[in-house]
């Protein structure tokens, strides 16, 4: 008992809400973790000369590690549920570790399938926007969006500052080293980092946002941000959410925003080169997009908390059709004036997507069973991500270049129009179904509601 009200008085004694500690926590790992993951594009020609693969056999280890985190991800909805988050970010950081610390053992093709494959894919997956979304949303309520949001920020500033220092180590001491690097960055940092994050605030008696624990207050507060009681009061398994429209409605959607995203950002510049512009501008071009897209994440994160997520989704898949209609323009006139107007409509609408993708599920399917509902959810994403790879490689050209012309310049198009449409379905029948955070403003409920049913079918 006195070690449990330990636990409990120091983070009271803060001049600091926790939850905020938490999201710092949840942002250094965003950091590290995703630039782990994606700094395999920069270990792809170093293995590719030395030993001699093909292309696509390298390059296919990353989408194995993809699909393998889609297998993955409804186990680590259940875990998180069950065990907390500190068990599942731990494993990740046991498992990105492993992979890194091997990769610079390996000799054939399965074994770079395994490393950098499986485990890192895997542990990263434990680690970054899954993970953090089954938790983050416990800790906020007010201001839900804007934390999620600052969180996730850390992927731009994590490849902004480690990105080019493990290019420096692969161009001077070789990939081997660039390896141990961030094994070490991970283990040391990461490790003991994420012993200090817990699952919700209740657990070291604390209330979401801060709030005073005052008695009443958390019950009037409550009252006054339900909607829909009945649809507040189901205890939501997967089972019965996968029985409401709402919830097919948000895996459609999910899966053509990710399909929006990954198609543009996989062959972004390669695209860029083949319509004109030289390969230092359209690395520029790719490594700006990252940098847009801080402010706009934290921005539209803030501001869904006050318009509603619903807007904010719609903005931000509208920032992927702009960016689609300047790249097309583009192939035309490649004009410096355009390839602005595409790199601030990604990464500062485009990439605000993130911050309410967890808000959205969490405020819909709220409950004990969330981790499992979004874990589910997130098949989806990944789904998505590696359909967008398979659409544009199934044209005539190569790349973006053949997703911008017919037939699957419609389906990028279909993509993004579609993303709007679901996603706005499910979020708009939300305001009469689910807390009030979804909305735009407080309503207050009826005296007395009338029940709605929880087994909807999205008509």
């Known amino acids: 008992m006195p070690a449990k009200e330990g636990a409990h008085r120091w983070p009271s004694r803060l001049p600091f809400y926790y939850g905020w500690l938490i999201v710092g926590i949840a942002f250094v790992t965003m950091a590290i973790a995703v630039s782990a993951r994606t700094a395999f594009s920069l270990l792809l020609p170093p ?14 280890a990353f989408s194995f590690g993809f699909l393998f985190s889609a297998v993955l991800s409804p186990i680590v909805g259940r875990v998180m549920d069950r065990h907390g988050p500190r068990v599942v970010i731990e494993s990740g950081v046991c498992l990105l570790t492993a992979g890194l610390f091997l990769a610079p053992a390996i000799k ?21 926007f899954t993970a953090q979304s089954l938790y983050l949303p416990n800790w906020f309520a007010r201001r839900r ?12 500033i994590g490849a902004i500052a480690l990105l080019p220092l493990l290019q420096t180590i692969i161009g001077q001491e070789g990939w081997r080293a660039s390896c141990w690097t961030m094994g070490l960055l991970v283990l040391l940092v990461l490790g003991p980092l994420n012993l200090l994050v817990r699952r919700k605030p209740q657990d070291i008696g604390l209330l979401p946002d801060g709030a005073s624990s005052v008695p009443g207050a958390g019950k009037t507060r409550s009252a006054l941000t339900i909607v829909d009681p009945a649809w507040a009061s189901v205890d939501w398994t997967i089972a019965r959410a996968m029985r409401t429209g709402r919830f097919w409605w948000i895996v459609l959607g999910y899966f053509l925003a990710l399909v929006a995203w990954y198609v543009v950002q996989v062959h ?3 695209y860029l080169i083949d319509v004109g512009f030289s390969p230092l501008v359209a690395a520029w071009a790719l490594g700006i997009v990252s940098v847009v897209a801080i402010p706009g994440q ?9 318009i509603g997520r619903e807007w904010v989704w719609s903005a ?6 702009v960016c689609y209609a300047a790249l097309i323009a583009l192939e035309r006139v490649p004009s410096s004036s355009l390839l602005y107007l595409m790199v601030i409509s990604q990464g500062f609408l485009g990439y605000a997507l993130t911050s309410v993708m967890g808000p959205i599920v969490a405020e ?9 509902i979004f874990g589910t959810i997130t098949v989806a994403l990944v789904r998505g991500s590696s359909m967008a790879s398979m659409w544009v490689g199934s044209g005539s050209i190569s790349g973006l270049s053949t997703a911008m012309t017919s037939p699957l310049r419609s389906r990028t198009l279909y993509s993004t129009v579609g993303a709007v449409v679901s996603s706005s379905r499910s979020n708009s029948r939300s305001r009469r179904s689910c807390t009030i955070s979804m909305c735009s403003k407080p309503r207050k409920p009826q005296r007395n509601p009338k029940p709605s049913a929880v087994d909807d079918s999205g008509s």
């Not at 293995?47 to 296919?60: K, M």
Request: hydrophobic share 45%; with cysteine.
């Open 108 to 128: 054939e093709p399965w074994q770079l399938y395994a490393t950098l494959g499986v485990l890192v894919g895997g542990g990263a997956n434990l680690m970054t």
């Open 268 to 270: 972004q510049t390669k």
């Open 316 to 321: 931000g898949c509208f920032g992927f059709a």
């Open 298 to 306: 934290i921005g539209f994160g803030a501001l869904s908390d006050r």
């Open 145 to 156: 969006g804007l934390a999620i949001s600052i969180a996730f920020t850390g992927v731009g």
């Open 47 to 60: 293995l590719i000369d030395e030993f001699g693969w093909h292309r696509g056999v390298v390059a296919g």
């Open 364 to 372: 819909i399917f709220e409950g004990p069973h969330y981790g499992a």
